[in-house]
């Protein structure tokens, strides 16, 4: 389950995240609306609680980021577009 708190600072965040255009993304995610709904790697649930998340991110430029990601709008388009990277863990 992906619940994600996203920090201001990259030294905080445990994976830097770049919003990208559908295209060039890593990874398509879905919001979902409750803790309960989120699965994986590509359907999170955002918080505003730093300790009810599992995964700290901070979003950064292109060049800097661990992770591409582009939000989309359907639960079925969510998912890896590229490999997954050994280090990334957003669960």
Same mark, same amino acid.
């Given at each position: 389950?992906?619940?994600?708190? #996203?920090?201001?600072?990259? &030294?905080?965040? #445990?994976?830097?995240?770049?919003?990208?255009?559908?295209?060039? =993304?890593?990874?398509?995610?879905?919001?979902?609306?409750?803790?309960?709904? /989120?699965? &994986?790697? /590509?359907?999170?649930?955002?918080?505003?609680?730093? #300790?009810? /998340?599992?995964?700290?991110?901070?979003?950064?430029?292109?060049?800097? =980021?661990?992770?591409?990601?582009?939000?989309?709008?359907?639960? &079925?388009?969510? &998912?890896? #577009?590229?490999?997954?990277?050994? *280090?990334?863990?957003? *669960?």
């Amino acid at each position: 389950m992906t619940v994600v708190f #996203q920090t201001t600072s990259p &030294g905080e965040a #445990q994976v830097r995240v770049a919003l990208v255009a559908r295209g060039k =993304a890593d990874l398509l995610v879905h919001r979902v609306s409750s803790r309960g709904l /989120a699965h &994986g790697d /590509a359907l999170w649930y955002v918080t505003r609680d730093r #300790q009810e /998340a599992n995964v700290r991110i901070c979003f950064v430029s292109e060049g800097m =980021a661990e992770v591409c990601i582009c939000f989309v709008d359907s639960l &079925g388009e969510a &998912g890896w #577009q590229r490999p997954r990277p050994p *280090r990334i863990n957003l *669960r």
